[in-house]
């Protein structure tokens, strides 16, 4: 343990959770936010450009450097989620447009820019479909020599929620997801499992929009944003993306096993899923001696919910 702030890159598709993540990361201490890149995903990646920029303001943030990435996934076609994020991906509070523009660079060459000029290594946080970061293996692999570890929000143990297996980030491009996880690097899956299961209370979420910090009431209201399909007045708030800031920011809250995990990449109704091998003993292809070497990735298995929740009030309300 140095003492100095641990050098992170969000990759988002902001999103009104990965809004959220963008707002802790930039407030916490313990982490300096060299940069975020932007990916379709919730919302087309000029939305989540405009998000992300008008986001990084409201934090007090401007100089954080942003650039747009890919605007489709690897095969697949772009498959948003406004019936979640509303029209604008941000909940459709009525935020201002932001007032700059992005970096003159793509997404894949302020990645490697930042990872590489970084003094300690990076930790890359993607919160949303990971094609710019299969890209950026793939075009500079150079950058892994640099990079701390990947934590990314994706995939699920036990349910799905864009299909029944598939959680939507690891879905949207499962080819990336795949590329990821054999990136050679220590990675950290916060899958659904945990993702699902940090709530803000409802008291908790009207005093940040009551604050008049622009910042923390930014928090609040997005905290506050509801699936229009449940709209409850007056709602708790799930941190969603900004979990996975958490654990970077305090990975003892976060329980893991290192764990064989596989992306499912055939046609059909589990592709996308993340198989995820927690069999105590070898199975009949390891027997027979027909196994496959699968990534070993530390995969989120339990988290510690309040103290979760705590941290990041903490954070946005300094
Ligand atoms: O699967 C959960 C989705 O909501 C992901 O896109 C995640 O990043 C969040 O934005
Ligand atoms: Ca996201």
Not at 245 to 262: I, K, N, S, W
């Amino acid at each position: 343990m140095t003492g100095l702030p641990t050098p992170v890159i969000i990759d988002c598709d902001t999103g009104v959770d990965d809004a959220l993540a963008l707002l802790f990361a930039v407030r916490h201490p313990g982490l300096e936010l060299r940069a975020v890149t932007c990916v379709a995903g919730n919302a087309d990646v000029d939305q989540v450009v405009r998000n992300t920029l008008t986001v990084l303001e409201q934090a007090g943030a401007p100089e954080v450097p942003v650039a747009r990435g890919a605007e489709r996934p690897l095969l697949e076609p772009v498959r948003t989620a406004h019936h979640v994020h509303g029209r604008d991906g941000m909940g459709d509070l009525g935020l201002p447009a932001p007032g700059r523009r992005p970096a003159d660079v793509d997404a894949v060459t302020l990645l490697r820019r930042e990872i590489l000029a970084a003094p300690r290594p990076v930790t890359l946080i993607p919160t949303a479909p990971l094609t710019n970061i299969a890209l950026l293996l793939r075009t500079h692999p150079e950058v892994t020599r640099n990079i701390e570890r990947i934590v990314f929000m994706g995939g699920a143990v036990a349910t799905g929620n864009a299909t029944a297996v598939a959680e939507f980030n690891v879905w949207h491009d499962p080819e990336a997801a795949a590329i990821l996880l054999t990136a050679g690097v220590p990675i950290t899956m916060y899958g659904l499992d945990v993702f699902q299961r940090v709530i803000v209370p409802a008291d908790d979420v009207r005093r940040l929009r009551a604050s008049g910090e622009p910042g923390a009431v930014l928090a609040g209201r997005l905290l506050a944003h509801r699936d229009p399909v449940t709209g409850e007045e007056d709602p708790p708030g799930g941190l969603g993306d900004a979990g996975a800031v958490c654990a970077v920011a305090d990975p003892a809250g976060l329980t893991t096993e290192l764990l064989p995990v596989e992306v499912n990449l055939a046609p059909g109704p589990a592709r996308g899923q993340t198989v995820v091998d927690r069999r105590p003993r070898p199975g009949e292809a390891e027997l027979h001696g027909e196994a496959r070497e699968q990534p070993l990735v530390d995969v989120a298995l339990d988290v510690d919910v309040e103290r979760y929740v705590k941290l990041y009030l903490a954070t946005v309300e300094r």
